[in-house]
């Protein structure tokens, strides 16, 4: 019996730079796939995920790494934070990895944080952010 489940048949479609998308579908019909796809963590089965102009099929799992730590990026609601930094240092981790120095990455974090309205809780710990945080 052929128990594969076909997800994302005849996808195509194309999100802008700072372009805001929401996803809403039943639950089993394919978002967290489609993430893990558009962030160069699985590979699809067929067809191709351009990013910034550039087909990443052929790309090495390094060259991957580096458009996640540059380009693209999750914010979970459940996992993920480390629980022994700040909201800040958190924020800030990535871009300390792509070697920008302290200031350059606790400045953006700052910048992002107020963004999405939580710059009254930069030094607050990763578990007081909400109740499933
Ligand atoms: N690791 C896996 N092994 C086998 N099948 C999987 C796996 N992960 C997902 N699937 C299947 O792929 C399909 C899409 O799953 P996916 O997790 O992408 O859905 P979803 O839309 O994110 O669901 P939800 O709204 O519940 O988060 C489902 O039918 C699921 O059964
Ligand atoms: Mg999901």
């Known amino acids: 019996m052929d128990s594969s489940v ?4 005849g996808i195509n479609f194309t999100i802008a730079e700072r372009e805001s998308v929401g ?9 967290t796939t489609l993430l893990q796809i558009a962030a160069l963590l699985e590979s ?5 995920v351009i990013i910034r ?7 090495s799992n390094d060259e991957k790494a580096g458009i996640r730590l540059r380009n693209i990026g999750f914010v979970y609601q459940f996992h993920n934070l480390l629980p022994e930094f700040s909201v800040l240092e958190n924020v800030a ?26 710059e009254h809780r930069l030094s607050h ?3 007081r952010l909400s109740g499933v945080a």
């Open 44 to 48: 699809p089965t067929s067809g191709s």
């Open 6 to 9: 076909n997800v994302l048949d």
């Open 93 to 118: 981790i990535p871009s300390l990895i792509g070697r920008a120095s302290k200031r350059e990455a606790y400045d953006r974090a700052t910048i992002l944080l107020h963004h999405v309205g939580l």
């Open 23 to 31: 996803l809403v579908s039943p639950s089993g019909t394919g978002k």
């Open 125 to 127: 710990s990763t578990n």
């Open 53 to 59: 102009g550039k087909c990443a099929d052929t790309l």
